[in-house]
C-alpha cells in the first residue's frame, strides 16, 4: 500500500493505514541465507528432472545431471550446519518437535484446530528433516552411478560392481520418494494458502503476516542479529557448499 507507514521492532512491523492500524502485523521469519537456499534447491531439482528425462539442447545432459547432482550436495550440506548452529527458525532445535508433540499437533490438525505456527509447524519440521535426507541419498547415490555408455559417476571405480548395483538401485528407487514427498509439500503450501498463510511470498520476502490478535506458537525473536560466531558459522556452511559445487563444475 502506498499510502502506508511501517513501525518496525526487532522482529515485528506493524502496518498502518491513513493513520488507522491494520489488523495485520509482518513477523520476519526467514532470513537472508534460508531463502536464497530454497531458491537454489528448487531450481537444482528442477534442472536435475530436466537433465535426467528431457534433456534437450544439451551435448551430455547426464554430466549436467551429475553436476547439479554436488549443487544438492552442497545445498544440503549447507543446511545442516546452518540448522545446527543457525539462527532464529534456521535451527532445527527451533522447528523438530517431539513424537508426542507431533502426534498431538497431528490430531488437532485432522480436528481442524491446529494452532499456527511462526516458522515451521511439527509436520512441516519433520517433513523438512524428511526431504533433507531424501535430497542426500538421492544426490550421494549417483556418485556411483553409470548408464554404460557415454556417463561413469565419479565414485563408480571405488566400490565394488554389487555395491555400485545396490546404489543404483537405491537412487532409482528413492527418486519416488523424493516425488512424494516434494508432492506432500505443495500439498501443505496450498492448504496453507487456503487459511490465508502465503508460504511462497513468506520464502520470497521473509515474512508472514499475521492478524494483530491472533496467538503464534513459536513467534518469540525469530531473526536475532548474527554475532561473530554465528557469521563464522554462516561463512563456514557457505564455504562448504560453495567448495562441492565447485567440484562438481571440473567434471568432464
Same mark, same amino acid.
Given at each position: 500500500?502506498?499510502?502506508?507507514?511501517?513501525?518496525?521492532?526487532?522482529?515485528?512491523?506493524?502496518?498502518?493505514?491513513?493513520?488507522?492500524?491494520?489488523?495485520?502485523?509482518?513477523?520476519?521469519?526467514?532470513?537472508?541465507?534460508?531463502? *536464497?537456499?530454497?531458491? $537454489? +534447491?528448487?531450481?537444482?531439482?528442477?534442472?536435475?528432472?530436466?537433465? #535426467?528425462? &528431457?534433456?534437450? /539442447? @544439451?551435448?551430455?545432459?547426464?554430466?549436467?545431471?551429475?553436476?547439479?547432482?554436488?549443487?544438492?550436495?552442497?545445498?544440503?550440506?549447507?543446511?545442516?550446519?546452518?540448522?545446527?548452529?543457525?539462527?532464529?527458525?534456521?535451527?532445527?532445535?527451533?522447528?523438530?518437535?517431539?513424537?508426542?508433540?507431533?502426534?498431538?499437533?497431528?490430531?488437532?490438525?485432522?480436528?481442524?484446530?491446529?494452532?499456527?505456527?511462526?516458522?515451521?509447524?511439527?509436520?512441516?519440521?519433520?517433513?523438512?528433516?524428511?526431504?533433507?535426507?531424501?535430497?542426500?541419498?538421492?544426490?550421494?547415490?549417483?556418485?556411483? *552411478?553409470?548408464?554404460? $555408455? +557415454?556417463?561413469?559417476?565419479?565414485?563408480?571405480?571405488?566400490?565394488? #560392481?554389487? &555395491?555400485?548395483? /545396490? @546404489?543404483?538401485?537405491?537412487?532409482?528407487?528413492?527418486?519416488?520418494?523424493?516425488?512424494?514427498?516434494?508432492?506432500?509439500?505443495?500439498?501443505?503450501?496450498?492448504?496453507?494458502?487456503?487459511?490465508?498463510?502465503?508460504?511462497?511470498?513468506?520464502?520470497?520476502?521473509?515474512?508472514?503476516?499475521?492478524?494483530?490478535?491472533?496467538?503464534?506458537?513459536?513467534?518469540?525473536?525469530?531473526?536475532?542479529?548474527?554475532?561473530?560466531?554465528?557469521?563464522?558459522?554462516?561463512?563456514?556452511?557457505?564455504?562448504?557448499?560453495?567448495?562441492?559445487?565447485?567440484?562438481?563444475?571440473?567434471?568432464?
Amino acid at each position: 500500500m502506498s499510502s502506508n507507514r511501517f513501525r518496525k521492532s526487532s522482529s515485528e512491523t506493524v502496518l498502518h493505514d491513513q493513520g488507522e492500524p491494520s489488523p495485520l502485523r509482518s513477523v520476519v521469519i526467514w532470513g537472508l541465507a534460508i531463502r *536464497l537456499f530454497h531458491l $537454489l +534447491l528448487i531450481l537444482a531439482i528442477i534442472g536435475m528432472w530436466y537433465t #535426467a528425462e &528431457v534433456g534437450a /539442447g @544439451l551435448d551430455f545432459p547426464m554430466v549436467w545431471h551429475a553436476r547439479l547432482g554436488y549443487c544438492v550436495i552442497g545445498l544440503v550440506a549447507f543446511r545442516v550446519i546452518w540448522g545446527l548452529v543457525g539462527s532464529g527458525h534456521a535451527r532445527f532445535s527451533r522447528f523438530v518437535a517431539s513424537p508426542r508433540t507431533t502426534w498431538r499437533y497431528a490430531a488437532d490438525f485432522l480436528a481442524g484446530r491446529a494452532p499456527r505456527h511462526a516458522g515451521h509447524n511439527p509436520l512441516g519440521g519433520w517433513m523438512t528433516l524428511a526431504m533433507l535426507l531424501v535430497l542426500a541419498i538421492q544426490a550421494s547415490s549417483g556418485l556411483f *552411478l553409470t548408464d554404460d $555408455l +557415454l556417463f561413469e559417476g565419479p565414485l563408480h571405480d571405488r566400490v565394488p #560392481a554389487s &555395491v555400485a548395483e /545396490g @546404489l543404483a538401485w537405491v537412487h532409482h528407487t528413492n527418486i519416488t520418494l523424493l516425488w512424494g514427498l516434494i508432492a506432500l509439500h505443495l500439498m501443505a503450501i496450498v492448504w496453507h494458502g487456503l487459511r490465508g498463510e502465503w508460504l511462497i511470498w513468506a520464502m520470497v520476502h521473509g515474512r508472514k503476516h499475521f492478524r494483530r490478535d491472533e496467538s503464534v506458537v513459536d513467534e518469540g525473536e525469530p531473526v536475532p542479529p548474527l554475532r561473530p560466531r554465528r557469521r563464522l558459522a554462516l561463512g563456514l556452511a557457505i564455504g562448504i557448499a560453495v567448495l562441492v559445487i565447485w567440484q562438481g563444475a571440473q567434471l568432464p
